[in-house]
């Protein structure tokens, strides 16, 4: 979707032409949500990530690259909200032809825990930190996903210690002992393997903002 968006939009209105989308994308998946608390808590983070983006935009612009992937995820966390992840209908339709055991929508949603963040992470770090061109820029990026994922699993611990079986909805452990391994894993492989894919492709998006290896210690507020 994004990079249908991204190659019919010109660059500098793709930014506002995504949060358009991701705002109608919110209001869809809020109507008619199978559970609201458990839509609150998954979607939470776009809810309080596009206005604070949005607010600080002026001072801090991000790449279209991070725009793209930061829409995109907060699209999987509303179809998650809207559903559950362990009901989501794509996730059914996947377990079901392939013969799993489970709903996977739940460890894709994982898997963009990680990816996703990553670059967030390196554009943060690239442009507040004297990391740019270092290389423990993408390791270093990898481990702040990692951690961010086991503090979300121990945010799901608190749901599941205050809620009981009401936080089911929102924890999608389906049976799954090794839920919580899994989730910190699949975080891990995404960060890993977005370190591996974008990192060229962030590199010349950060070169276009006025960021550099000499400049990285602040933002630009190129256009």
Do not use: K
């Amino acid at each position: 979707m994004t990079a249908v968006v991204h190659s019919a939009v010109p660059r500098r209105q793709l930014p506002a032409v995504l949060a358009a989308l991701v705002v109608l994308g919110m209001a869809v998946s809020a109507w008619g949500a199978r559970d609201g608390g458990t839509w609150f808590l998954e979607t939470v983070w776009v809810l309080a990530g596009l206005p604070l983006v949005v607010l600080a935009w002026r001072r801090f612009p991000l790449t279209n690259l991070l725009c793209c992937l930061l829409a995109a995820h907060a699209m999987v966390l509303a179809v998650g909200g809207h559903y559950t992840y362990a009901q989501v209908p794509l996730g059914d339709w996947v377990r079901d032809t392939f013969g799993l055991d489970r709903n996977p929508y739940d460890r894709f949603g994982h898997l963009m825990q990680g990816f996703v963040p990553a670059v967030l992470v390196r554009e943060l770090l690239s442009r507040t930190s004297p990391l740019r061109g270092s290389r423990w820029l993408a390791p270093l990026t990898v481990c702040a996903c990692l951690a961010f994922s086991a503090v979300f699993e121990m945010l799901e611990w608190l749901a599941a210690v205050v809620g009981g079986h009401s936080a089911d909805a929102f924890l999608a452990t389906q049976g799954d002992v090794w839920d919580t391994q899994w989730d910190m894993f699949c975080a891990l492989i995404g960060a890993t393997v977005s370190m591996l894919v974008l990192s060229r492709a962030h590199d010349r998006q950060l070169d276009a903002l006025g960021v550099s290896p000499a400049s990285a210690g602040g933002a630009s507020t190129a256009g």
